[in-house]
Protein backbone atom coordinates (compact mmCIF):
# COMPACT_ATOMS: atom_id res chain seq x y z
CA UNK A 1 0.00 0.00 0.00
CA UNK A 2 0.91 3.73 -0.90
CA UNK A 3 0.03 6.27 1.38
CA UNK A 4 0.39 10.34 1.10
CA UNK A 5 0.15 12.88 3.74
CA UNK A 6 0.24 16.79 2.91
CA UNK A 7 0.85 19.29 5.33
CA UNK A 8 1.69 23.07 5.13
CA UNK A 9 -2.28 24.20 4.37
CA UNK A 10 -3.37 27.54 6.78
CA UNK A 11 -4.86 30.69 6.58
CA UNK A 12 -3.39 33.47 5.07
CA UNK A 13 -3.63 36.97 3.46
CA UNK A 14 -3.86 38.20 -0.03
CA UNK A 15 -0.95 38.29 -1.67
CA UNK A 16 0.93 35.70 0.97
CA UNK A 17 3.08 32.87 0.58
CA UNK A 18 2.61 29.12 1.61
CA UNK A 19 4.81 26.35 1.07
CA UNK A 20 2.69 22.55 1.20
CA UNK A 21 4.26 19.41 1.76
CA UNK A 22 3.66 16.10 0.30
CA UNK A 23 5.75 12.71 2.00
CA UNK A 24 5.12 9.38 0.42
CA UNK A 25 5.19 6.33 2.47
CA UNK A 26 4.75 2.66 1.42
CA UNK A 27 5.78 0.47 -1.48
CA UNK A 28 7.66 2.60 -3.32
CA UNK A 29 11.20 2.29 -4.41
CA UNK A 30 11.98 5.74 -6.58
CA UNK A 31 9.85 8.69 -6.72
CA UNK A 32 7.91 9.18 -9.73
CA UNK A 33 5.23 11.75 -11.24
CA UNK A 34 4.25 13.54 -8.30
CA UNK A 35 1.58 16.50 -8.37
CA UNK A 36 -1.00 18.85 -6.73
CA UNK A 37 -4.28 19.12 -7.53
CA UNK A 38 -6.89 21.66 -5.65
CA UNK A 39 -10.80 21.38 -5.48
CA UNK A 40 -13.22 24.64 -3.92
CA UNK A 41 -16.25 24.45 -3.21
CA UNK A 42 -18.68 23.71 -6.34
CA UNK A 43 -15.96 23.27 -8.37
CA UNK A 44 -14.28 20.58 -10.15
CA UNK A 45 -11.28 19.02 -9.35
CA UNK A 46 -8.00 20.83 -11.09
CA UNK A 47 -4.25 20.17 -11.99
CA UNK A 48 -2.11 22.30 -10.19
CA UNK A 49 1.01 21.16 -10.88
CA UNK A 50 3.23 18.54 -11.95
CA UNK A 51 6.77 17.07 -11.86
CA UNK A 52 7.42 14.28 -13.79
CA UNK A 53 10.60 11.59 -12.84
CA UNK A 54 12.69 13.50 -15.45
CA UNK A 55 12.22 16.66 -13.24
CA UNK A 56 10.03 18.39 -15.68
CA UNK A 57 7.57 20.48 -14.43
CA UNK A 58 3.79 21.62 -15.95
CA UNK A 59 1.70 24.54 -14.15
CA UNK A 60 -1.84 25.45 -14.55
CA UNK A 61 -2.70 28.82 -16.14
CA UNK A 62 -3.71 30.79 -13.20
CA UNK A 63 -0.70 30.03 -10.99
CA UNK A 64 2.20 30.43 -12.97
CA UNK A 65 5.01 32.60 -12.06
CA UNK A 66 3.29 32.60 -8.91
CA UNK A 67 3.60 28.82 -7.60
CA UNK A 68 6.68 26.41 -7.76
CA UNK A 69 6.75 22.62 -7.76
CA UNK A 70 9.85 20.66 -6.10
CA UNK A 71 11.01 17.39 -5.13
CA UNK A 72 13.14 15.47 -2.74
CA UNK A 73 13.74 11.83 -3.93
CA UNK A 74 15.63 10.79 -1.07
CA UNK A 75 12.42 11.70 0.63
CA UNK A 76 9.89 10.95 -1.99
CA UNK A 77 8.50 14.12 -1.18
CA UNK A 78 6.90 16.72 -3.49
CA UNK A 79 6.31 20.39 -2.59
CA UNK A 80 4.24 23.37 -3.58
CA UNK A 81 5.76 26.96 -2.99
CA UNK A 82 3.00 29.30 -3.93
CA UNK A 83 3.64 33.05 -3.83
CA UNK A 84 1.14 35.97 -4.25
CA UNK A 85 -1.62 33.78 -3.47
CA UNK A 86 -5.17 35.59 -4.36
CA UNK A 87 -8.71 34.68 -2.90
CA UNK A 88 -9.22 32.41 -5.71
CA UNK A 89 -6.42 30.03 -4.82
CA UNK A 90 -8.52 29.23 -1.65
CA UNK A 91 -9.56 25.51 -2.16
CA UNK A 92 -8.35 21.93 -0.37
CA UNK A 93 -5.04 21.02 -1.77
CA UNK A 94 -4.54 17.41 -2.67
CA UNK A 95 -1.16 15.14 -3.33
CA UNK A 96 -0.67 12.89 -6.31
CA UNK A 97 1.62 9.96 -7.22
CA UNK A 98 1.52 8.35 -10.60
CA UNK A 99 3.24 4.92 -9.26
CA UNK A 100 2.82 1.10 -11.24
CA UNK A 101 -0.21 2.30 -13.37
CA UNK A 102 -1.99 3.66 -10.48
CA UNK A 103 -3.06 6.99 -9.07
CA UNK A 104 -2.34 7.67 -5.51
CA UNK A 105 -3.80 10.42 -3.06
CA UNK A 106 -3.40 12.00 0.34
CA UNK A 107 -6.39 13.12 2.20
CA UNK A 108 -5.74 17.18 1.32
CA UNK A 109 -4.94 20.12 3.00
CA UNK A 110 -7.02 23.20 3.42
CA UNK A 111 -5.77 26.71 2.29
CA UNK A 112 -7.75 29.57 3.17
CA UNK A 113 -6.76 33.02 1.51
CA UNK A 114 -8.32 35.70 2.88
CA UNK A 115 -8.30 39.07 4.78
Known amino acids: QVQLVESGGGLVQPGGSLRLSCAASGSIFNINTMGWYRQAPGKQRELVAA???????RYADSVKGRFSISRDNAKITVYLQMNSLKPEDSAVYYCNLKYAGADYWGKGTLVTVSS
Open 51 to 57: ITSGGST
